[in-house]
């Protein structure tokens, strides 16, 4: 893989639509090994969460003065604590971990960070739950996208005419 190909993914791992969802099918694509591909992604899309915690404690402060971002940012947080709110109540810092672990749109890194901040939860236990919910993510994106749906066919019952 050349130099483009990889910092094309780790630009699809750092977005906040396709995340680990969209580099890890990429990178198996353009010929990565699926072990440093699974690592490179995980590691970078785990990051996620610090930096967002900095952001959001730090300088999104300042950004607040302004009306365009306040408004923008209240329905993303509004949108966030919708879909975390019950799992958080119901399961604390593991229903961070399952609402992340879950490789569907908009339920990774970047939302399960964001609703923890707003829920008030502690960076520390948040980043570690997000990890644990980053890898096994990875691990489904992986193994769909290295050998694609069958991997999954022992969880379907197979009929024969």
Do not use: Q
Not at 37 to 55: D, E, K, T
């Amino acid at each position: 893989m050349d130099l483009h190909t990889i910092a094309f993914g780790a630009f699809l791992t750092l977005a906040p639509i396709s995340e680990l969802r969209g580099a890890i099918p990429y990178l198996l694509a353009n010929g990565g090994n699926p072990a440093a591909v699974y690592m490179f992604c995980v590691i970078l899309n785990a990051l996620i969460g610090p930096c967002l915690f900095l952001f959001l404690n730090t300088i999104h402060r300042f950004f607040l003065h302004i009306p365009l971002y306040c408004r923008l940012f209240e329905s993303v947080v509004k949108r966030a604590r919708s879909k975390l709110e019950n799992k958080i109540e119901k399961y604390e810092y593991w229903g961070i971990t399952l609402f992340v672990a879950v490789p569907l749109p908009v339920t990774g890194a970047w939302t399960g960070t964001l609703g923890a901040w707003v829920l008030g939860l502690t960076p520390r236990r948040t980043f570690l739950h997000v990890f644990y919910g980053v890898s096994v993510a990875g691990i489904i994106v992986l193994l769909v996208s290295y050998f694609g749906l069958e991997a999954f066919s022992f969880f379907t019952k197979s009929i024969s005419y």
